[in-house]
């Protein structure tokens, strides 16, 4: 079982700007005296074969609930254990029970998106704008939250006018891989652009 690292000061900052100072969960605004940093995969989680490391990719802001109710679960198994607290509450709590009668409560169940979920989705959103913007590439995508997957879908003109497509299919765990791969179409398509025009200015 891997040992638990002392973070230094600047570490520390760096896990705290991850989501300019929300927690990666909830996406409550955060002091940094009060962040706690949570192993996105836990460095003690309960079958030792799962441990995780101390490495920054695996290191998120979490406000203090967030990680004491986390524990030493993986994503996955949080997003469970969140999703059945109103049931939990409608089975012991009686004044839960009382305002559920009168409407005080929105309807359950729903799926359950971290903050630093929505912040990957808004970006991968933005980079497939700016591909339609850009250079008129359409490219999309849809998620499963059933099976925990998302297909990417690209569509665009090669120089004879015919249509390519690419179509593939990740689990959203990997969104990091997702946005990496429209990145780079967007940075080979600002680059082609880059030649073109120099190309341009030579004739």
């Known amino acids: 079982m891997a040992e638990r690292k002392k973070l230094t000061k600047a570490q520390r900052e760096e896990i705290y700007k991850k989501f300019d100072g929300h927690c990666a969960y909830c996406g409550r605004m955060i002091d940094y005296k009060d962040m706690q940093v949570?192993?996105?995969?836990?460095?003690?989680?309960?079958?030792?074969?799962e441990c995780g490391t101390d490495d920054m990719d695996?290191?998120?802001?979490?406000?203090?609930?967030?990680?004491?109710?986390?524990?030493?679960?993986?994503?996955?198994?949080?997003?469970?254990?969140?999703?059945e607290i109103p049931s939990k509450l409608a089975r012991d709590n009686y004044i839960y029970k009382v305002g559920c009668n009168y409407g005080f409560f929105s309807s359950w169940?729903?799926?359950?998106?971290?903050?630093?979920?929505?912040?990957?989705?808004?970006?991968?959103?933005?980079l497939c704008n700016e591909l339609k913007e850009k250079f008129n590439v359409d490219?999309?995508?849809?998620?499963?939250?059933?099976?925990?997957?998302?297909?990417?879908?690209?569509?665009?003109?090669?120089?004879s006018g015919?249509?390519?497509?690419?179509?593939?299919?990740?689990y959203l765990d990997d969104m990091d891989e997702?946005?990496?791969?429209?990145?780079e179409w967007r940075d080979q398509l600002e680059h082609e652009?880059?030649?073109?025009?120099?190309?341009?200015?030579k004739v």
């Open 109 to 126: 169940p729903r799926h359950v998106e971290f903050y630093f979920e929505k912040v990957k989705f808004a970006q991968l959103n933005d």
């Open 162 to 170: 015919n249509s390519e497509a690419y179509i593939e299919t990740f």
């Open 178 to 183: 997702v946005i990496r791969i429209v990145r």
């Open 58 to 83: 695996n290191l998120f802001p979490s406000c203090r609930s967030c990680n004491h109710y986390k524990r030493a679960h993986s994503v996955e198994y949080f997003r469970k254990m969140i999703s």
């Open 139 to 159: 490219v999309w995508h849809n998620e499963d939250h059933v099976f925990r997957t998302i297909t990417l879908y690209k569509f665009a003109a090669d120089e």
């Open 193 to 201: 652009k880059e030649l073109e025009l120099e190309r341009y200015i």
């Open 38 to 49: 949570d192993h996105v995969v836990p460095i003690h989680a309960w079958n030792e074969q």
